[in-house]
């Protein structure tokens, strides 16, 4: 059992895991010797395995664990969550924009009686569509599943070791870990940090797969947009139904046919193209809730520098 561990996804990180590992002892070691650091590689295709299996012979204290191939970022922080001892939990990057230097601030913080501390970072050194898209992220994420979650925090923060125990009770495939930590519901408190730049590398979260991780999070914590689309439909159904009373009435006082092909066509394509689009929601819906039914394992590992006990 370790008193304080640190769980970090690692992807395409090279560059910045000598450096991240200087900065995590000194700053970790101004609370407890007795410390842990858990460092997932996400099988980014560089050398980063071959550091932390390094740094690993080097200090007992850092413990790798590599999967058998990709499955994202917070699939690694659930990784870590599952294999750590701390009493404390915390919860970084690898890129060094979350500062080490930060976390005796977040565990003084905690020790006022709060089982999680949120690092909220004052101003961002991101680039504008960055930030431009994680803004749209959060308000519409918090639109949709009626939280209200703050856009200057990410994954940074420190968690007491009975959030982090409720967390592994949370087995779902979609992985979103603000979303679950939020949902837990335990007292929780921010405080503002530091955000630095890149140490190195560029971001790997594409416009692509921001979308995608915002549609997958949304579906995974919301069914909203299914009682949106219901509402479309029986919208749209009673302003055609009005819209058709008013026509015959019109007709009928003024004696004139009821014309207008193309009007109809219109219509018609208009309407199915909302039949087709509310069956996509449903089908998207399905598909997540058929995958969650094979009850598939969150990660494989491939190896570890240490034996579970």
């Not at 999680?116 to 898209?133: E, G, I, Q, W």
């Not at 991780?213 to 949106?228: F, G, N, Q, V």
Request: charged residues 25%.
């Amino acid at each position: 059992m370790a008193h304080i561990s640190v769980v970090i996804p690692v992807y395409k990180a090279e560059a910045c895991l000598p450096e991240l590992y200087r900065r995590l002892k000194d700053s970790l070691e101004q609370i407890s010797t007795d410390f842990e650091c858990l460092m997932i590689e996400d099988c980014g295709g560089d050398g980063s395995w071959r550091l932390i299996r390094q740094l690993a012979e080097e200090d007992p204290r850092i413990k790798g664990i590599q999967f058998s191939r990709n499955f994202g970022q917070h699939h690694g922080i659930t990784a870590g969550l599952d294999h750590c001892t701390g009493d404390w939990v915390v919860v970084m990057d690898c890129d060094l924009q979350d500062a080490p230097e930060e976390i005796p601030r977040l565990y003084a913080k905690a020790q006022e009686g709060f089982e999680v501390v949120l690092a909220r970072r004052a101003h961002r050194k991101d680039s504008p569509r960055k930030k431009l898209s994680s803004i749209l992220f959060y308000r519409l994420f918090n639109s949709l599943t009626g939280m209200n979650y703050d856009a200057s925090v990410g994954n940074f923060r420190i968690m007491s070791s009975k959030v982090v125990e409720n967390c592994r009770r949370m087995r779902e495939s979609l992985r979103f870990l603000p979303g679950m930590v939020e949902w837990l519901g335990f007292p929780a408190a921010s405080i503002e940090v530091e955000h630095g730049s890149r140490y190195a590398g560029e971001s790997t979260y594409t416009l692509a797969r921001l979308i995608r991780l915002a549609s997958d999070t949304i579906i995974a914590y919301s069914d909203k947009p299914l009682r949106m689309s219901v509402k479309l439909g029986f919208g749209i159904a009673g302003l055609s139904f009005i819209a058709g009373v008013a026509l015959l009435v019109y007709a009928s006082f003024h004696d004139i046919p009821i014309m207008g092909w193309s009007s109809l066509i219109i219509s018609l394509y208009f309407l199915g193209g909302i039949i087709i689009a509310n069956l996509g929601i449903i089908g998207i819906y399905l598909g997540k809730t058929f995958d969650e039914t094979k009850r598939r394992p969150l990660y494989i590992i491939n190896h570890t520098t240490f034996e579970d006990d």
